[in-house]
T-cell receptor, first 107, second 120 residues
């Protein structure tokens, strides 16, 4: 089964750029989606197919190549502090796969 | 406005059964895949099951295949998850989510979740 690996945590200062990686075998050939989850809340999709849903700030963007997909958050704000999850559809198994999640702390 | 409201969460013993419901509104129910995702306390997201727009195709995580059944009722705009032979490690918040289009598309709306506790 397909495995997605994320760093458990990242820390970033306000106003700086955060990059959260998601590693998987040849992940560049997959469509990768990203979710934000704040404590006590349901997840929210922040990037899908390298695009942003309506209402998501353009500070959020995704990239994907080779064995690494990246969620980039520019001009980080305190309100961006959350857990972030990457996700792909594994067509080989007809399964959805989530990464283990990354806790982003805003210093 | 899209709304997804889960219900049916409960405290039950290992081996027990439960049916979750997800009542939806604000979109054309028959035009979208629907999905269940769970999250154990302090853990990450785990996909559980998805169902196609017309209900003809269903998909399950290996961990629940043969024990869980997903279904949908277009007359009630509701999706269900029948769970049998529940295990303690399946204690989690169960979220209902709407696929962006078909089951292979990501989850653009989520409910607030319903808690299932499996304990002796």
């Amino acid at each position: 089964s397909y495995v997605l690996t994320q760093p458990p945590s990242v820390s970033v200062a306000p106003g700086k750029t955060a990059r959260i990686t998601c590693e998987g075998d040849k992940i560049g050939s997959y469509s990768v989606h990203w979710y934000q989850q704040k404590p006590g809340q349901a997840p929210v999709m922040v990037v899908y197919y390298l695009d942003r849903p309506s209402g998501i700030p353009d500070r959020f963007s995704g990239s994907n190549s080779g064995n690494t997909a990246t969620l980039t958050i520019t001009r980080v704000e305190a309100g961006d502090e959350a857990d972030y999850y990457c996700q792909v559809w594994d067509s080989g198994d007809d399964h959805w796969v989530f990464g283990g999640g990354t806790k982003m702390t805003v210093l | 406005e899209v709304q997804l409201v889960e219900s049916g969460g409960d405290l039950l013993q290992p081996g027990g059964s439960l049916r979750l419901s997800c009542a939806t509104s604000g979109f054309s129910f028959s035009g979208y895949g629907m999905t269940w995702v769970r999250q154990s306390p302090g853990k990450g997201l785990e996909w559980v099951s998805s169902i196609s727009e017309n209900g003809a195709d269903t998909f399950y995580a290996d961990s629940v295949k043969g024990r869980f059944t997903i279904s949908r009722d277009k007359s009630k705009n509701t999706v269900y998850l029948q769970m049998n032979s529940l295990r303690a490690e399946e204690t989690a918040i169960y979220y209902c989510a709407k696929n962006h289009q078909g089951v292979q598309s990501p989850f653009d709306s989520w409910g607030q979740g319903t808690l299932i506790t499996v304990s002796p």
